[in-house]
T-cell receptor
Framework: DGGITQSPKYLFRKEGQNVTLSCEQNLNHDAMYWYRQDPGQGLRLIYYSQIVNDFQKGDIAEGYSVSREKKESFPLTVTSAQKNPTAFYLC???????????????FGSGTRLTVV | LAKTTQPISMDSYEGQEVNITCSHNNIATNDYITWYQQFPSQGPRFIIQGYKTKVTNEVASLFIPADRKSSTLSLPRVSLSDTAVYYCLVGDVGRALTFGSGTRLQVQP
């Protein structure tokens, strides 16, 4: 089945440590996105990429970095510069159906990151 | 980017129809309206998408008036499993969608 795979499901990070969250999709979608969700809150956009080797900052990019070397993969690195990284991280992808319409996002199951 | 406004929460009972309205006064000509459902500790799930008038699928209907400044998600005969957060998003090709806080729907037996 096609879909988006995020790993790991749970991740613990020590203070001052960088960690990388994996996101892989086999949907042949062009665009990929990273969102952060805090308890009881909506999703906030961290980074997004519409094509390989290109990405744009979202609303809360500080302390995060991404790469898009392959269409299928969009890993997110949470750096030590992110002072409050404990959150639920969601990866999504979408495809342009043409005629100016996107099909909508497909989300992964998320990674819950906790700073210990 | 079009900003959306939804009720923070709604309560309903099993078997009732639930209508959740979203305001998006500054929607752009090319923007589509999309609704998502999210359960705790899961990624949001696509429910329905529309541009104008009415769209219906197997789980919901979406009503969009002619001025497109609002939209209403209609869930027929809700069940306990429909308890979730529902997000209204407005956007188009080439722009990432912005999620608000959504509407928390609680369905009671």
């Amino acid at each position: 089945d096609g879909g988006i795979t995020q790993s790991p499901k749970y991740l613990f990070r020590k203070e001052g440590q960088n960690v990388t969250l994996s996101c892989e999709q086999n949907l042949n979608h062009d665009a990929m996105y990273w969102y952060r969700q805090d308890p009881g809150q909506g999703l906030r956009l961290i980074y997004y990429s519409q094509i390989v080797n290109d990405f744009q900052k979202g609303d809360i990019a500080e302390g995060y970095s991404v790469s898009r070397e392959k269409k299928e993969s969009f890993p997110l690195t949470v750096t030590s510069a992110q002072k409050n990284p404990t959150a639920f991280y969601l990866c999504a992808s979408s495809i342009d159906l043409g005629s100016g319409r996107r099909i909508g996002y497909t989300f992964g199951s998320g990674t819950r990151l906790t700073v210990v | 980017l079009a900003k959306t406004t939804q009720p923070i929460s709604m309560d309903s009972y099993e078997g009732q129809e639930v209508n959740i309205t979203c305001s998006h006064n500054n929607i752009a000509t090319n923007d589509y309206i999309t609704w998502y459902q999210q359960f705790p500790s899961q990624g949001p799930r696509f429910i329905i998408q529309g541009y104008k008038t009415k769209v219906t699928n197997e789980v919901a209907s979406l009503f969009i008036p002619a001025d497109r400044k609002s939209s209403t998600l209609s869930l027929p005969r809700v069940s306990l499993s429909d308890t979730a957060v529902y997000y209204c998003l407005v956007g188009d090709v080439g722009r990432a969608l912005t999620f608000g806080s959504g509407t928390r729907l609680q369905v009671q037996p």
